[in-house]
């Protein structure tokens, strides 16, 4: 066996276990980018934002298709290197891999979707702090100073004042009458 034959074949062994483990990748990348940006983003908006009074969702809009774009080319990024991978095998096979680039134009094609996705993907939280910053209440500081308000959802309904302060409630302390219940419409 010759030397050159060994160090090919490790080389074509090499390829198939970077194809095994682009199709590992693949299958995190799609639970993590889709359960992950979509969980952070609804609990964030709900937090924080009044849901029935957006100002500006275009931001919010645009940063859903930057999201949708970049999770379509990592995904097509995965596909198009396993295509290299697939390619640069058989160009091993066909004794071709030292005549042409190693994975033909899928390699180029990854290389640029996987660009692509990370600047979409952050385009996404870049739009979608411009639209949290649209949206956030006047005079809320923090999330975490936030105190509550006064008044409930319920128009003209105030909050009922807390019982004394003391170790013990006064006896025969009963709560507060809950607020009115909001017409069906």
């Known amino acids: 066996m010759d030397i050159m034959d060994k160090e090919l074949r490790d080389y074509r062994n090499h390829l198939i276990l970077a194809e095994q483990k682009a199709q590992e990748d693949f299958d995190k990348a799609i639970l993590t980018l889709s359960g992950g940006a979509l969980g952070i983003l609804f609990a964030f908006i709900k937090d924080i934002v009044d849901v029935g009074n957006f100002s500006e969702p275009l931001f919010l809009f645009?940063?859903?298709?930057?999201w949708g774009l970049?999770?379509?080319?990592?995904?097509?990024?995965?596909f198009c290197s396993h295509l290299a991978l697939r390619k640069a095998i058989k160009?091993?096979?066909?004794?071709?891999?030292?005549?042409?680039?190693p994975g033909g134009l899928y390699d180029k094609f990854t290389a640029v979707?996987?660009?692509l996705g990370g600047i979409l993907f952050l385009a996404g939280v870049i739009l979608i702090?411009?639209?949290?910053?649209?949206?956030?209440?006047a005079g809320r500081k923090s999330i975490m100073t936030t105190k509550p308000t006064k008044k409930c959802a319920t128009d003209g309904y105030n909050v009922p004042n807390p019982?004394?302060?003391?170790d013990k409630l006064e006896k025969?302390?009963?709560p507060p009458p809950p607020p009115p219940k909001p017409d069906k419409k």
């Open 91 to 101: 160009q091993v096979d066909d004794n071709k891999i030292y005549n042409e680039r």
């Open 163 to 166: 019982p004394p302060k003391s």
């Open 70 to 78: 970049s999770i379509i080319s990592v995904l097509t990024s995965y």
């Open 113 to 115: 979707l996987n660009g």
């Open 129 to 137: 702090i411009c639209f949290i910053s649209q949206n956030i209440p």
């Open 62 to 66: 645009l940063s859903w298709v930057a």
């Open 172 to 174: 025969g302390y009963r």
